[in-house]
């Protein structure tokens, strides 16, 4: 049964809406930043604390710098296909389920992988690697591609703005694996940080049960391939990828460079990581919030950090024909400008893709936001595939001034290329938005039901 409002009464509150203050979150909107705050948070935790000192205990354990790029790389790989698979499927899996079930899985491999230094060395021990990492990376794809997928589904007009504060704990997430991992380890061994980050990860299973909204939705027929036709979409999946690809990049070869070069030790591996993470984690509030307020700023936002993580790698170094001596003060400098450009590039292209993919008329609603979470989270894997392999092979075989290097080309081309895109389609983009803008607003009342 339907109401059909007072034309009267419809007039008067459109006239007295500039002056209405912002509407109150709604109860099950509350619940749901609580629920994927924690899964972000918990989950990247137990995501970043590899890098310090993983490296170390692989090559002790009878891995070259190329077989440690496939184990960082096998996760990826995995993480694509559970993306994809997981993205077309969440309506009829369902999101809260897969939520729960991917963060069940990512608990008990965590636990898992720190029972690895036990096994004898060499192919048993990268064999057991490459099978506990490729399971944890389905269980983190079904995680995160169905908390991408509610969150657009609960803030369809603040999307940047909410990811973007959420953000903030995946940020920490970032900032405090690494020193806790490097600290933990050095300090107990390689079995504690993971045992503990594991028994974390269990603990907001029963929480998420509890909290976390259930999400009704009906399947539709919209496939990837659609999604893929479109150049612009292409373009925003390649600029993801190349975000990913030096995240993974840095994660298989910072820490053995920085010990190596700079003679430190693996806890203060972790301390210089806090110069990537602590910028990231500052920066994409403020991104999210000025991209979802001026959303003609997007494009521009992507382009200019694309730009600066271009610059931030070739100085990272820095690469040799530039004949700069690597220091520590420019390493932590440079890693700093990464991850604030990652901030700056990476938080527009979701809201992007989904204001784009509706103007071009594909069904709004949870079928569309999975697939649109899987696409984005199978190019972010591919990239942290290609990251950490590519970039493995090229430091082991040149170096890695000159791998860090060929990641920075990676994202100037990206840069260059949406750059060119907006600059010749910019009367065409301007009614996009107009459109994805008018098709937000009539979601707005289902908000508050």
């Known amino acids: 049964m339907e109401s059909h409002p007072d034309p009267q009464q419809t007039d008067s509150s459109a006239a007295a809406e500039p002056t209405r203050p912002p509407p109150r979150m709604t109860r099950r909107q509350i619940l749901t930043l609580i629920s994927m705050a924690s899964v972000n948070f918990s989950s990247m935790i137990c995501y970043s604390i590899l890098g310090p000192f993983f490296p170390t205990e692989a090559v002790k354990k009878g891995a070259s710098q190329t077989v440690i790029g496939l184990i960082f790389g096998c996760y990826a790989v995995c993480n694509l296909i559970g993306s994809l698979v997981l993205g077309r499927y969440i309506v009829q899996i ?19 992988f720190g029972l690895l230094d036990r096994v004898a060395a060499g192919p048993a021990f990268i064999t057991l690697c490459f099978v506990v990492r490729s ?16 969150t ?18 995946t940020g920490l997430g970032l900032i405090m694996g690494p020193p806790v991992g490097g600290w933990f380890y050095q300090s107990f061994g390689y079995e504690v940080p993971f045992m503990l980050l594991g028994c974390l990860l269990f603990i907001m299973v029963p929480f998420n049960i509890y909290i976390l909204p259930t999400i009704e939705a009906d399947p539709s027929k919209t496939s990837f391939f659609r999604l893929l036709t479109h150049v ?18 840095l994660d298989a070869t910072l820490s053995l460079f920085a010990i190596e070069t700079f003679n430190i030790s693996n806890g203060y591996v972790g301390l210089i990581m806090l110069g990537l993470s602590l910028p990231y984690c500052l920066s994409s509030p403020l991104m999210g919030y000025f991209t979802d307020k001026y959303p003609v700023m997007r494009c521009w936002f992507m382009v200019i950090g694309g730009f600066a993580t271009a610059a931030g790698f070739c100085l990272l170094g820095p690469v040799p024909f530039l004949h700069i001596k690597s220091q520590l003060w420019l390493l932590v ?15 527009p292209t979701f ?13 709004e609603g949870l079928s569309t936001l999975g697939m649109v979470s899987g696409l984005f989270g199978a190019v972010w894997s591919l990239g942290m595939f290609y990251g950490p392999t590519v970039g ?16 920075g080309g990676l994202a100037f081309l990206a840069a260059f290329f949406l750059a060119l895109y907006y600059l010749f389609h910019r009367p065409q983009q301007q009614s996009v938005r107009e459109d994805g803008s008018r098709q937000t607003d009539e ?7």
């Open 94 to 112: 369902g999101a809260k389920f897969l939520l729960i079930a991917g963060l069940f899985v990512s608990s008990c491999c965590t636990i898992l």
């Open 135 to 150: 399971i944890d990376a389905v269980g983190f794809a079904a995680a995160m591609t169905s908390s991408f997928a509610i």
């Open 152 to 169: 657009a589904k609960i803030f369809p007009n603040n999307v940047a703005t909410v990811l973007g504060s959420l953000e903030i704990f």
């Open 232 to 249: 612009k979409i292409v373009l925003l999946c390649y600029v993801i990828f190349t975000l990913s690809a030096g995240l993974g990049f």
């Open 333 to 347: 400098v440079m890693l700093g400008v990464i991850g604030f450009s990652l901030g700056m590039t990476a938080i």
């Open 351 to 363: 809201p992007e893709i989904i204001t784009y993919a509706y103007a071009q008329g594909f069904e």
């Open 392 to 407: 493995g092979l090229i430091t082991q075989h040149l170096s890695f001034e000159w791998a860090a290097a060929v990641q």
């Open 443 to 449: 979601n707005t009342p289902l908000l508050n039901e």
